[in-house]
């Protein structure tokens, strides 16, 4: 099995910025590609930001020029560095793997909560 950790989150004012961890452990023989997703109240989850094994990165519009999603050296971890944060940033953010160990399966952190005050 993988496992997937978070950290970072936190209470902070608007116009803050945090910066979000991920660690992939367990069975990995390789991870194709990491993301960030976020779920506020009463909405559904959507995609953040996704980084490839090859370095590109995809991001959702409204986070296009605050966030930047980054791999770590060892490879299983990656980062979500969030600037000029707004209320509307508000949610649980959660990191999920794209990996190859028994089988190609995508894998879930448990959240880490981020709130934005005004």
Excluded at 75 to 87: G, I, R
Excluded at 89 to 96: G, L, Q
């Amino acid at each position: 099995q993988v496992q997937l950790v978070e950290s970072g989150g936190d209470l902070v004012q608007a116009g803050g910025s945090l910066r979000l961890s991920c660690v992939a452990s367990g069975s990995i023989f390789s991870i194709f590609s990491m993301a960030w997703h976020r779920r506020a109240p009463g909405k559904e989850r959507e995609l953040v930001a996704r980084i490839t094994s090859g370095g590109s990165t995809n991001y959702e519009d409204s986070v296009k020029g605050r966030f930047t999603i980054s791999r770590g050296n060892a490879k299983n971890t990656v980062y979500l560095q969030m600037d000029s944060l707004k209320p509307e940033d508000t949610a649980v953010y959660y990191c999920n793997a794209d990996v190859l160990g028994t089988g190609r399966r995508n894998y879930w952190g448990q959240g880490t909560q981020v709130t934005v005050s005004s």
